[in-house]
């Protein structure tokens, strides 16, 4: 047998073998959808391919200043382009004059995924500022995958900057997932984006076998409290010490800090909200959306596009609440 057929006959089992591990791992997966990063990881490649993210030396990445684009992805954006300002925010330019201005920073949910920059909570929020007679202008740092540890970090680099009189920290559910299976270490170990986010896709990374193999070398992850651990971008220690680290910089450059706590939806099953974190250390400065579209029962699902990102009514309900938070803080200091 030439080395010609041999070649061929090694391309033809791997081949063979490639095609029954596919099958293989269409029935296993779903069970280890938490540790799946491939839908993440394609979207965070093609963003930095494309020009919407850039690194950044203090939360990793942000969104590009200048940024257009997005037609080939219109249903993440309302049926619209995405435009991100000179400031690297989605939404309008920052308006000097605005007498009240609200950073809101988080991860896709808050940034306004799915629905048109009108249609999203920052966007509402502005009119809803707008109508009691105000000056207002709500600036949207939020990007998509942000951890808490990058929101904050994010804050603590550049929000003395834009000179907010609050700060709407709505950032969380994306803390409990890996970046992906070759990152499942904490953000704060991490001091430049990962070496992923610019390089080509890898054929490992669509491999079955590959898949299959490490998640036998790997094990199950471990579970505390009945939620898998591994991979964990920012344990549940230090969330609260990022929220308390911005509660306290609010304090220093004169904001109000507002904290969305963080929920799912379960759309499939019983339609109902489910708190990822409630923030009841910080119940004075909460805005309680646990409460909000848990009360709903199984209605919270009419307000989702999927588990995490609400639609536009959502959007409006989160606005009318922050709203009622920042005037209810008004009204207690005068």
């Known amino acids: ?77 309302g049926d619209a382009p995405l435009a991100i300002n000179t400031d690297g925010m989605r939404g309008p330019e920052r308006r000097p004059d605005a007498k009240v201005r609200v950073l809101v920073i988080g991860g896709s949910h808050p940034m306004g995924m799915y ?18 007679g105000h000056s207002a ?40 997932l890996p970046l992906t299976t070759e990152y499942p270490i904490e953000d704060k170990a991490l ?23 490490q998640r036998w070398l790997a094990g199950p992850p471990p579970v505390q409290d009945g939620t898998p651990t591994a991979g964990t971008r920012v344990s549940r220690d230090d969330h609260a010490s ?18 969305v706590n963080q929920l799912s939806v379960d759309l499939e099953r019983t339609g109902r909200a489910t708190c990822i974190f409630d923030e009841r250390e910080f119940a004075d400065r909460r805005v309680d959306l646990c409460q909000l579209f848990g009360a709903l029962g199984a209605s919270a699902r009419d307000l989702f596009v999927d588990p995490i990102h609400a639609n536009a009514a959502g959007h409006a309900q989160i606005a009318e609440a922050i709203a009622a938070k920042l005037h209810r803080s008004a009204r207690a200091r005068r």
């Open 191 to 213: 001091r430049a984006a990962p070496a992923w986010a610019s390089s080509t896709r890898s054929w490992l990374e669509v491999s079955a076998t590959f898949r299959l193999l």
């Open 242 to 259: 990022n929220v308390r680290a911005v509660v306290s910089l609010g304090a220093r450059i004169g904001a109000e800090v507002v904290v």
């Open 115 to 132: 629905v048109s920059w009108e249609q999203s909570y920052a966007g509402q929020l502005e009119r809803l500022l707008a109508a009691d």
């Open 1 to 77: 047998m030439t080395w010609r057929r041999i070649a061929l006959l090694n391309l033809l089992v791997l081949l063979g073998l490639e095609a029954v591990c596919q099958g293989v791992w269409q029935l296993v997966r779903h069970e280890d959808m938490p540790r799946d990063p491939r839908s993440w990881l394609a979207q965070a490649r093609l963003s930095f391919r494309n020009g919407l993210y850039v690194a950044d030396h203090a939360a990793l990445w942000r969104l590009s200043p200048g940024y257009r684009g997005g037609e080939e992805a219109l249903r993440f954006w």
């Open 137 to 176: 202008q709500v600036l949207n740092a939020s990007a998509p995958g942000y951890t808490s540890w990058q929101a904050r970090r994010w804050l603590e680099a550049y929000a003395a900057d834009f000179a907010p009189t609050a700060i709407v920290f709505d950032a969380g559910v994306n803390d409990t």
